[in-house]
């Protein structure tokens, strides 16, 4: 088992910068890829990015990708989301999430662990 805890969410304005945290526990954290979701209001859940279980590897989403960086600790067992330049539409829940394997993913699927969420509000 991995647990999962998410923090850093807040309101912001647009075009500010937040990083979102996410600390695991149970596991070896180098062990899983790593992911970050997003859910707005109304909206299905959607892919941010994704890191490999070493961090050599990310992989974005369209929407956020040259705005949002990922990376991890994993000597810290943390995981991040660097969010810059956010807009409006960014505004969602974040989701950490933690695959059983270290290669990353894209769908929500293929995540066992995830956690409950961080509220991301930007103003315009």
């Avoid at 075009?15 to 979102?20: A, I, N, V």
């Avoid at 945290?21 to 979701?37: E, I, L, Q, V």
């Avoid at 695959?99 to 769908?107: D, F, L, N, P």
């Amino acid at each position: 088992q991995v647990q999962l805890l998410e923090s850093g969410g807040g309101l912001v304005q647009a075009g500010t910068s937040l990083t979102l945290s996410c600390a695991a526990s149970g596991r070896t954290f180098s062990d899983h890829a790593m992911g970050w979701f997003r859910q707005a209001p109304g909206k299905e859940r959607s892919f941010v990015g994704t890191i490999s279980g070493i961090g050599g590897t990310t992989f974005y989403g369209g929407s956020v990708k040259g705005r949002f960086t990922i990376t991890r600790d994993n000597s810290m067992n943390r995981l991040y989301l660097q969010m810059d330049d956010l807009k409006p539409e960014d505004t969602a829940v974040y989701y950490c999430a933690a695959r059983r394997v270290s290669t990353i993913g894209v769908r929500a699927e293929l995540y066992e662990y995830w956690g409950r969420g961080t509220q991301v509000t930007v103003s315009s």
